[in-house]
């Protein structure tokens, strides 16, 4: 298997080096480039075409958010991790909005921070526990959030094939552990995952995570 094609983009160079050393001893991990904010962040993920880029909110010119959400509007392809110290829930919710499939705190641990770009690259969405609890709070207090546009029963849209798979990515599956778990193709599951964002109204697979986390499917802890 191809190593995972890393930009590490933070404005912080001391931080950004420490997070490349992190990276550059993992076998499945190749750090491709590094960028110091979000406007270099752009013109190097067209040059280099990373698989995941791990990304800071906080920078000059143009921002995480800023970013990411160009990013994703110009190359949907590639994941975003979003590494930063905000425990903002405006920041996760707008994240999330613009397309980033991760949000974790730079205290993060570094084995942790490798296994989340592991995860985002074989299709899964992974928040840090804390933010999650914020989310989940969020969701159970208020109507608002990620909310489906159409005005029809939700709960009624999904066929139950199709709420087995939102279950799933509550829980962080990626689309391969979907398919295994439900003896069907990874194609299958992209399919179904399609539909899913159709009849809800949402953008990607990360509003559909948080969705799903609005409806129960996850517990308080998934990450």
Not at 25 to 42: D, F, K, P, R
Request: net charge negative; charged share 25%; with cysteine.
């Amino acid at each position: 298997m191809e190593p995972v094609k890393v930009l590490v983009v933070d404005d912080h160079a001391l931080f950004r080096r420490g997070i490349v050393t992190v990276l550059a001893n993992q076998e499945n991990i190749s750090v491709v480039g590094e960028a110091n904010n979000g406007l270099e962040a752009i013109e190097k993920a067209a040059e280099l075409a990373p698989d995941v880029i791990v990304m800071d909110l906080n920078m000059p010119q143009c921002n995480g958010l800023e970013a990411t959400q160009v990013l994703q509007a110009r190359m949907p392809q590639i994941n975003i991790l979003v590494l930063t110290v905000s425990e903002n829930e405006a920041d996760l919710f707008r994240a999330i909005k613009f397309g980033a499939t991760g949000y974790i705190l730079k205290n993060t641990e570094p084995e942790e921070l490798v296994q989340a770009i592991a995860h985002i690259a074989q299709g899964g969405v992974i928040i840090s526990p804390v933010m999650a609890a914020k989310l989940l709070t969020e969701f159970k207090g208020s109507a608002t959030g990620f909310k489906a546009k159409a005005a029809v029963d939700e709960e009624a849209a999904l066929s139950p094939r199709e709420d087995e798979v939102l279950r799933l990515i509550a829980q962080g599956a990626t689309n391969k552990e979907i398919a295994d778990s439900l003896f069907i193709s990874e194609n299958t599951v992209k399919t179904h995952l399609r539909n899913i964002m159709d009849k809800l109204h949402l953008a990607n697979r990360s509003q559909a995570a948080a969705y799903a986390v609005k409806r129960g499917l996850a517990p308080d802890s998934q990450k």
